[in-house]
């Protein structure tokens, strides 16, 4: 698990006159600042951590600088996990349009990351590996953060006041009752381990495969309506600033998310992820506890769908007039006749019906309509 911290900055003394020219400008003075430390203790060894402080959203220039952090749960193996860890920012970052400012790049962000979290599970499952992995992922710019989330690893944020946010949605199929009619809907079995003598026991999984989760990154072997599309929140600090905690399921399991908050404020950022690591040890169990709702700050933007359709938009933006599209999911130019608009229907047709929405590549399409549950028709013979 891994602990953020946003405070405020002190600014340097400057000239009176230009503090008033920046008040009428309504332009902001203090710029914040993040602190973090990170702790684990590694049972299985699948458990991956990216840090990574010094991105620039235009490269070259320093004011533009923001924070990723993530934690990546592997299953089954440890090599879904690796792969995201390495290629999951850059996948995102490539779904950005180029050339825009920080207000349309922050806008930007949600459906970046839906299709750099597809892209990530599409290229992976290309290697022909079965493993799999959770993955939280956070966006830190200036008072602006934005997460993304697969499985059941969580992020919350405690504020000023003692306001604990949740900011993650768990994906669990014992706990998700959505999840589990979309996987039944889409042609998954939800159900117990069955035992000698009928009797099920532990949690409720998605079969084939047995995965206790509806979400993640990988996991070739279970079927594709366990998707990789996660759950989106971004949400605005007041200056007064706040804490995260990203941390696995091994620290939710052990702990609320009121009590990993309490552990651990007004501790240095690298001592509390060591202290809510160590209490996670010695707690026999949790209290209950549902957070919801984004105390005080300010939320920009929520979506869990997962339907690709939903998540993408009609509004993506599209250059119709060059002859070559670009695959939404996949960033693969190619001739529009090898592919279909995602938001078309079975029989489209270019002549006949308007490009509407971003442009898939027949390959993407085919992972679209896999985790939805569509399958071509099968012939109906009658006699």
């Not at 458990?47 to 004011?63: E, H, M, N, Q, W």
């Not at 070559?324 to 999911?329: E, L």
């Amino acid at each position: 698990m891994s602990r953020i911290e946003l405070s405020r900055t002190q600014p340097a003394p400057v000239p009176l006159a230009t503090l008033i020219g920046r008040e009428l400008r309504n332009g902001k003075v203090e710029k914040p600042f993040v602190k973090y430390g990170q702790a684990g203790l590694a049972k299985k060894g699948e458990d991956y951590f990216l840090i990574k402080t010094d991105c620039l959203r235009v490269p070259g220039d320093a004011s533009t600088a923001f924070s990723v952090f993530a934690i990546f749960d592997g299953h089954n193996g440890i090599s879904a996990a690796i792969f995201a860890k390495e290629n999951l920012l850059s996948n995102v970052l490539s779904a950005i349009p180029q050339d825009i400012n920080r207000d349309a790049w922050l806008q930007a962000l949600p459906r970046a990351l839906v299709v750099g979290f597809v892209k990530t599970d599409i290229e992976f499952q290309q290697k022909g590996e079965t493993s799999g992995t959770t993955a939280t992922f956070v966006l830190v710019d200036g008072w602006t953060i934005t997460v993304a989330s697969v499985g059941d690893s969580r992020c919350i944020l405690d504020t000023q006041g003692g306001v604990v946010s949740l900011l993650t949605v768990d994906h669990r199929l014992e706990e998700n009752a959505e999840e589990r009619e979309r996987v039944t809907a889409s042609g998954g079995e939800v159900g117990r381990l069955n035992v000698f003598g009928g009797n099920e026991v532990g949690p409720l999984r998605c079969w084939p495969g047995g995965l206790c989760l509806s979400r993640s990154i990988g996991d070739t072997d279970v079927g594709e309506f366990i998707v990789p599309i996660p759950h989106v929140k971004q949400v605005k600090l007041s200056n007064a600033g706040g804490r995260l905690i990203i941390a696995s399921d091994g620290i939710w399991d052990a702990l609320s998310s009121d009590m990993a908050a309490k552990s651990c404020r007004g501790l240095p950022a690298e001592l509390a992820a060591k202290l809510v690591v160590k209490k996670s040890e010695n707690s026999v169990n949790k209290a209950t506890n549902k957070l919801s709702a984004v105390g005080v700050v300010e939320e920009l933007f929520e979506e869990g769908s997962a339907m690709l359709t939903e998540r993408l938009g009609k509004d993506f933006p599209l250059n119709k007039n060059s002859g070559i599209f670009r695959c939404a999911v996949c960033q693969v130019d190619q001739p529009p006749g090898d592919g279909l608009s995602v938001n078309s229907g079975p029989f489209f047709s270019p002549a006949s019906n308007p490009w509407e929405g971003p442009f898939l590549c027949t390959n993407c399409r085919k992972k679209k309509d896999a985790m939805e549950g569509k399958r071509p028709s099968r012939p109906t013979v009658t006699a």
